[in-house]
């Protein structure tokens, strides 16, 4: 059987936070990208892998977009983006989803579902403390500085 078309690709991000040990401590990022590297379709075909500066959305670091097989994109496929990749199993998922067909042609497995995210995907915001948490915050600081101020004596007592 000869393969027509082109296998799944993969960009890897490993530019400012991607990749760092600074952004994702505990996380071997070259053996990582080794790993990604030696991944292989059903046909036997190596899934080529470029290596992107930056892809934009950092807080998820490690990201990794999948594109789809000539057959998977005649499929319906498009390309998937994953973050915060940056465990071993998530390597061997996404082994399997490629050897499988990858974007439209096989389905997406459970465990990289909660790991797509998109190139427009927006930080969180931090919550914001209502006024109330702020100005007991402040009350509770301002009666620790009278505590410290002096030592042995107990506040309001001269």
Do not use: Y
């Amino acid at each position: 059987m000869t393969s027509v078309g082109q296998p799944c690709r993969l960009v890897v991000c490993r530019g400012c936070c991607c990749g760092t040990k600074k952004k994702r401590p505990g996380v071997d990022h070259k053996g990582q990208l080794a790993r990604l590297s030696a991944l292989r379709d059903h046909e036997g075909r190596a899934v080529p892998v470029r290596v992107s500066k930056c892809l934009g959305i950092c807080f998820k670091a490690n990201v990794v977009v999948v594109q789809p097989s000539s057959r998977g994109r005649a499929e319906g496929g498009r390309p998937v983006w994953l973050g915060d990749f940056t465990e071993d199993r998530l390597v061997r998922e996404l082994d399997d989803w490629v050897f499988a067909g990858g974007p439209g042609a096989a389905p997406l497995p459970e465990a990289l579902e909660q790991h797509v995210t998109s190139k427009d995907a927006k930080k969180p915001k931090k919550s914001k403390k209502s006024k109330k948490d702020k100005k007991d915050k402040k009350k509770g600081e301002a009666g620790r500085k009278k505590r410290d101020a002096k030592p042995g004596k107990k506040p309001g007592k001269g």
